[in-house]
């Protein structure tokens, strides 16, 4: 059998035909050279407009690299003709195999963009000897056509979520189907202002976003303003997630207040090394630190009365009616606002003023997978901090793309990985 039978098997094309297979490279680096022509009285299809006309010229030849053949490199060789287009002017003919400019072919691309989902960009470039611009090109290029074919159909409830990218207070704005049948990212936007989420709304379509039945997301003013305006039918939800980290921040400040003051005024630094003990849900202790709790539990520290305050929060979540979590809710408020704790009594205002979405959660409870919004969190978190030259937004957004975007392939991909 010849590696010309092998070709057809796996990737024939209308126009072109591949004629001979020859050796090149080095002893080392062996390669395999597929010479392709066009059929004969073939005329060449414009790159600008895809229709046929005259040939005018011919270029001189290029190689475009195909899935290597047992850790043999590939190249298919072809002199591309040059079109005089009517419409476009002289421009070089569209070939079917090609990525664009580059010296890829959509198989390889495809290939590499597969691998790039299962290592990282560098160990994909390393496993098959390429360049990392290469990997990143072929995963933007799989991006690219997923989105532009992905079925938008069915999405009733999303969840919105930022996280910090770079050092520095940059954030980008992620945006997810949460539905119980699909959770994907469906978009990702610079920065988490109003004029951000506008943008996605903007790219869901008006129809999309009045179908909409749940909206998940944290209290950030901006992204409240906007979810009210564009997608006014739907539920909208605070998600428990970012609540409670709040709750965290909030102890965080209250900890390291006191550790200050306990410090400057002499005393054992009981609180010093707690961080943990006091963020962690108790259930999450190792027997160590359940001990070193219990201890520090028999001082009367601001930091243990808001660790205590927070916990007690915690059952609020569990209520099955709106209407008792309501009163519990504003229970917990009115103690935490005499407790003197200024850091506490911020988080207690804050769900004061945002009351009604807060019950939300129970009107929506059985609705929503919970916790689904900090899966994806953690992943895209990852995800960016794998970020091998994600020093540019656009690396970051096709990484994650590709990554949480669960995104549709053609099915000759699956010939080659
Ligand atoms: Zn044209």
């Not at 390393?126 to 938008?152: I, P």
């Not at 202002?193 to 996605?200: G, I, P, Y």
């Not at 190792?286 to 205590?308: G, I, M």
Request: proline fraction near 4%; include cysteine.
């Amino acid at each position: 059998m010849q590696v010309k039978t092998i070709l057809n098997r796996v990737q024939k094309f209308k126009s072109f035909v591949y004629k001979s297979v020859r050796w090149s490279g080095s002893e080392a680096e062996p390669a395999l050279e597929v010479e392709v022509v066009e059929r004969a009285n073939s005329r060449p299809v414009c790159s600008g407009c895809g229709r046929h006309g005259p040939g005018y010229d011919r270029q001189p030849r290029r190689r475009f690299e195909f899935v290597p053949l047992w850790g043999i490199k590939v190249y298919l060789v072809y002199a591309p003709r040059r079109v005089e287009c009517p419409c476009c002017g002289v421009r070089v003919e569209q070939m079917p195999w090609a990525m664009g400019k580059r010296p890829l072919t959509k198989a390889y691309g495809w290939f590499l963009a597969e691998w790039a989902r299962r290592l990282s960009w560098k160990e994909t470039a390393e496993a098959f000897r390429t360049s990392w611009e290469s990997v990143f090109r072929s995963v933007e290029m799989a991006v690219e056509w997923g989105r532009h074919h992905q079925d938008l159909s069915g999405v009733k409830a999303i969840g919105i979520d930022e996280i910090a990218w770079k050092k520095g207070h940059k954030y980008l704005t992620l945006v997810y189907q949460i539905d119980e049948h699909r959770k994907r990212l469906l978009w990702i936007g610079k920065e988490r202002k109003a004029k951000t989420l506008l943008r996605f709304f903007r790219w869901f379509g008006a129809e999309r976003s009045h179908e909409l039945q749940y909206i998940c997301s944290d209290m950030w003013k901006p992204y409240l303003k906007v979810i009210a305006k564009k997608a006014s039918q739907a539920v909208h939800i605070l998600d428990r997630f970012h609540i409670m980290a709040h709750f965290s921040k909030a102890l965080d400040e209250v900890r390291a207040a006191e550790v200050k003051e306990l410090k400057a005024k002499g005393y054992e630094p009981v609180l010093t090394k707690s961080r943990w003990l006091l963020l962690k849900r108790p259930e999450h202790l190792t027997e160590t630190q359940e001990a070193k709790l219990a201890e520090l539990l028999q001082y009367n520290l601001r930091s243990v009365r808001a660790y205590l305050l927070k916990e007690e929060f915690q059952f609020f979540w569990g209520y099955v009616s709106p209407y008792w979590a309501g009163r519990f809710l504003d229970q917990w408020c009115t103690k935490t606002m005499r407790s003197k704790i200024e850091p506490m009594k911020k988080v207690a205002r804050m769900l004061r003023n945002h009351r009604t979405l807060l019950l939300n959660w129970f009107r929506a409870k059985g609705q929503l997978s919970s916790g689904v919004v900090e899966g994806f969190n953690t992943k895209a978190k990852l995800t960016a901090r794998k970020s091998f030259g994600f020093r540019t937004y656009r690396g970051a957004e096709i990484a994650l793309y590709h990554v949480l975007g669960d995104l549709p392939t053609p099915e000759f991909t699956h010939r080659f990985c």
